[in-house]
């Protein structure tokens, strides 16, 4: 089975863009899609519903190695465990750290046994052998963190970008963000609003607050900041 990841981390990102890269080189793919925002592990939902159900033979298609993971670190731990269970992995925007490269780096490894009739000679001969596997290894292992390392760099720098430009708006008088006591009106807030006005003693009903909260099914601090606000607008 073949699976295709692909990953937005901001709303202003296009999914379709991952989507498309990956189904122009494998178009059976089974296209798994999350709008991930935050930094915590249960954000990746999908990811970890695709980790549980994949299998030893499977593929997990990316767009690029960035998509895998939030850091360097927990790339390489990811990675190293796909790759242990047999999944293949590919990243198209990185195809030298593709986990067929990495099994080519193991089957390429010298497989000699030294047998000159000198033990000296052989022992040489062996820890030549063994230091040319172990250098074949960390090399691919390198080249795997280097590119994490490099998509991890990227985050990083956008959100220092991003920051900075924050600061250097509000330096410069720029309203950034939504204006502090601005209220926010959407569908559902102006819904409870009118069930709160409907229904609470506090206006037109019979009920307690605890009764109207479970009527509205918000929470308890946004209930009250919409009673307050109701408050303001007939003060108004």
């Given at each position: 089975?073949i699976?295709?990841y ?10 379709e863009?991952?989507v498309r890269n990956?189904l122009?080189?494998y ?5 798994i899609?999350?709008?991930?925002t ?6 990746r939902k999908?990811?970890d ?6 299998k ?11 998509r895998?993971?939030r ?7 990811l990675?190293q465990e796909?790759?242990?269970a047999n ?5 198209l925007k990185?195809?030298?750290i593709?986990t067929?490269t990495y099994?080519?780096a193991?089957?390429s490894?010298i497989?000699?046994t030294?047998d000159t ?15 040319l596997?172990?250098y074949?290894m960390?090399l691919?292992?390198?080249q795997?963190?280097?590119v994490?390392a490099?998509a ?7 959100h220092?970008?991003t920051?900075e430009g ?10 950034v963000?939504?204006?502090?006591g ?11 609003k009118?069930i709160?006005?409907k229904?609470s ?7 307690d607050?605890?009764e ?8 308890r601090?946004?209930?009250?900041k919409?009673?307050?606000e109701i408050?303001e607008?007939?003060?108004?």
């Amino acid at each position: 089975m073949i699976y295709g990841y692909c990953r937005i981390s901001r709303k202003t990102m296009s999914i379709e863009r991952q989507v498309r890269n990956i189904l122009q080189e494998y178009p059976t793919a089974h296209i798994i899609k999350e709008a991930f925002t935050g930094t915590k592990i249960q954000g990746r939902k999908e990811l970890d519903k695709l980790l549980r159900i994949v299998k030893s033979g499977d593929t997990i298609v990316f767009d690029s190695a960035s998509r895998m993971s939030r850091n360097e670190e927990e790339a390489i731990e990811l990675y190293q465990e796909l790759f242990n269970a047999n999944i293949n992995l590919i990243f198209l925007k990185e195809p030298h750290i593709n986990t067929d490269t990495y099994k080519k780096a193991l089957e390429s490894q010298i497989k000699i046994t030294a047998d000159t009739g000198s033990e000296a000679t052989d022992n040489f001969i062996s820890g030549i052998i063994e230091a040319l596997n172990q250098y074949t290894m960390d090399l691919a292992k390198e080249q795997i963190r280097l590119v994490f390392a490099q998509a991890q760099k990227e985050v990083d720098d956008l959100h220092q970008r991003t920051a900075e430009g924050i600061i250097t708006a509000k330096l410069n008088g720029k309203q950034v963000g939504q204006p502090k006591g601005t209220k926010l009106t959407t569908k559902k807030s102006i819904e409870a609003k009118e069930i709160i006005k409907k229904h609470s003693k506090d206006f037109c009903g019979t009920l307690d607050d605890e009764e109207v909260i479970k009527l509205t099914g918000i929470s308890r601090n946004t209930y009250y900041k919409y009673k307050r606000e109701i408050r303001e607008d007939i003060a108004y």
